[in-house]
């Protein structure tokens, strides 16, 4: 066993600013205050539900994960929102048409009706498919640097929060490669006043988060704290960041997919994903620009996974492709498909089919829960910088320069209990195993 690190206890409330008060969004909300009141479960919340083996096999220890590490209560989290519609959360959650009316929105319509979003750090040219006017009046980029600071500060003394976390669940912003403006503050700061074009709104976010002290969890796909600048002053000031895009639908699959086919030596020829979409964030990823960023966040995994300069005769030559087609009909509701060519003994064809008729926000809201509880304790345990045991909910996980991401479901998983385990102590579990026969 090892000393346990220093937490500082949850006490008091954290707070929980959300940036963007869309589908995903309500979800969260409106499933974390049922859960309160006993009206839900938090399925999918592996924070909330999931346990964890401590020790030996033979020793039946695995409490729940909150019970094992000091996690906010969700009776202690307050909500504060920024969006571009004036909308308060429950004619969000109506509009945006993934809970039942009746039983999950008018149940705590008065809960909320009190979560009303900000006015929103927002230029069109982001995500130009969206047309709201409740944006700040303060016009340039360093206007809404100080602004988004301001909002963070009021809402701490307004709610008498002790703790806040800040998660971005807005629109997936159009496709920004890391430049020289990204690489270091002195250069951030200079392009924020020169309004340079590759600074958008959501490292505004993140860079007034990081100023203030605030964790920062990114849930789309665009560049924010995974700029050079704001991931050193993250590790600098030791503020806890993360990766970005949650891995919800199809490239879930992918990551439990694709480690099967290396693990057993399978090979592959092409990977085919497609997906109808209706909801506004189809409606804003169906702009070319916007649809770039999440196709980069979509297409790294298998490679990572499969190592083709390792694997060449396996992987070597694979035609990765995935779309998304904005379908309004069937809303939050995403089908996903992909068709997957596989090859084996003696280089022989099989074909692998899945059809994954999900609901985005419903796998999103858990891991938007989680990533918030995580990253509150990664910061009361002192670990700043980026956290990489949380990989396991992003598609793109942030990793120190140099290295690859893991993206294994699986090793994600067991990176993320192994950190648990550590922070409190405990042995870490190898599978190693020999001790059961050992001892005989
Ligand atoms: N649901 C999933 O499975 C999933 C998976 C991975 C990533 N994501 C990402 O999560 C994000 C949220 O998804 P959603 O379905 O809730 O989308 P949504 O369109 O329903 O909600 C996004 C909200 O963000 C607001 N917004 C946009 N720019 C803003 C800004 N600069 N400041 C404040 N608010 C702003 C929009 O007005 C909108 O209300 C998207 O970027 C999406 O790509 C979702």
Redesign the pocket.
């Known amino acids: 066993m090892t000393s346990p690190r220093n937490i500082a206890p949850a006490d008091g409330k954290l707070g929980v600013l959300v ?7 309500t979800t969260l909300i409106a499933g974390v205050e049922l859960a309160k009141r006993g009206m839900a479960l938090p399925i999918g919340s592996l924070a909330q539900m999931g346990t964890i083996r401590l020790g030996k096999r033979t020793e039946d220890r695995s409490p729940l994960i909150r019970d094992f590490v000091p996690l906010a209560g969700l009776e202690d989290i307050v909500w504060g929102t ?4 004036p909308d308060d959360a429950y004619v ?1 959650a109506s509009r ?1 048409g993934v809970l039942e009316q009746g039983k999950h929105i008018e149940s705590i319509s008065d809960v909320l009706r009190d979560v009303r979003p900000m006015k ?3 230029e069109r040219k982001y ?1 130009r498919n ?1 047309d ?1 006017e409740h944006v700040m009046v303060a016009s340039g980029k360093r206007a809404m640097l100080e602004g988004i600071r301001a909002d963070i500060n009021k809402f701490r003394d307004e709610n008498k929060v002790d703790r806040v976390v800040m998660i971005w ?4 912003e159009i496709f920004i490669e890391p430049g020289k403006a990204h690489l270091d503050i002195e250069s951030l700061e200079k392009a924020i006043d020169a309004n340079d074009d590759t600074i958008s ?1 959501a490292m505004l976010y993140a860079y007034a988060a990081i100023l203030e002290g605030v964790p920062f969890a990114n ?2 796909p665009n560049l924010a704290v995974d700029a050079p600048a704001l991931r050193q002053l993250a590790t600098d000031r030791n503020v806890a960041i993360s990766g970005k ?2 891995k ?2 199809q490239t879930l699959m992918k990551t439990v997919l694709a480690p099967m086919l290396k693990a057993r030596m399978l090979g592959l020829s092409g990977w085919y994903s497609t997906n109808i979409l209706g ?3 189809g409606e ?2 169906d702009a070319p620009e916007n649809f770039k960023t ?1 196709e980069e966040s979509k297409l790294g995994v298998l490679d990572t996974i499969l190592e083709p300069s390792r694997n060449k005769e396996l992987y070597g030559d694979i035609f990765h492709k995935v779309s998304i087609n904005y379908y309004p009909p069937r809303g939050d509701n995403k089908e996903g498909w992909d068709n997957i060519d596989i090859f084996g003994w003696m280089g022989y064809p099989m074909q692998i089919k899945v059809n994954f008729l999900c609901r ?2 419903i ?2 809201a858990p891991l938007a829960l989680d990533l918030v509880l995580f990253s509150d304790l990664a910061q009361r345990a002192g670990l700043g910088g980026i956290q990489e045991w949380l990989s396991f909910y992003y598609k793109s996980p942030q990793v120190a320069p140099g290295l690859y991401p893991e993206h294994d479901l699986f090793i994600q998983l067991t990176k993320l209990k192994n950190t648990l385990r550590w922070m409190m102590g405990e042995d870490q579990i190898t599978h190693l195993g020999r001790e059961y026969y050992d001892e005989q």
């Open positions: 940036v963007g008060l869309g589908a995903v969004s920024w969006d571009v519609f969000a945006a929103a750090a927002f995500a969206l709201g669940c807005a629109s997936t709104p849930g789309a895009d949650f919800t639908g909801n506004r964030d804003v990823l999440k985005d926000s796998l999103a």
